[in-house]
C-alpha cells in the first residue's frame, strides 16, 4: 500500500474511533468544523476547477495552470471554464 494512502486510512482510522465515543450533538460539532475547514482551505489553497463544483466567493481555483478567485458564487459548468467567464473568476498572481 502506498505511504499517502496508509496515512490517510490511518487519519481516517482515528478519526472514527474519535466520533465513536461522542454524543450525536458532539459528532455534529466535529463535523461542522471539519466543513468550516475544509471550506478554509479552499479559499487558502486552491483546488482544480472541474465541473459540478460549488464554489463561494473568496473561493480559488487552478484551470490550465493559472489560479483564479472566485467574484460570484455558482456551481461551475463545463461550458463555463474560468478564462471564459470573467463575471465568475478572475486570475491571481
Known amino acids: 500500500m502506498p505511504a499517502d494512502l496508509a496515512a490517510r486510512l490511518e487519519a481516517l482510522e482515528q478519526r472514527v474511533a474519535m466520533l465513536e465515543g461522542r454524543t450525536a450533538d458532539q459528532r455534529a460539532g466535529l463535523e461542522a468544523e471539519e466543513r468550516r475547514r475544509i471550506a478554509l482551505e479552499m479559499s487558502i489553497r486552491p483546488v482544480a476547477w472541474k465541473p459540478g463544483l460549488t464554489v463561494k466567493v473568496g473561493d480559488r481555483v487552478t484551470y490550465d495552470g ?28
Open 66 to 93: 493559472v489560479t483564479y478567485e472566485t467574484v460570484q458564487a455558482h456551481t461551475t459548468q463545463a461550458d463555463w471554464p474560468p478564462p471564459a467567464v470573467p463575471a465568475l473568476f478572475v486570475p491571481v498572481d
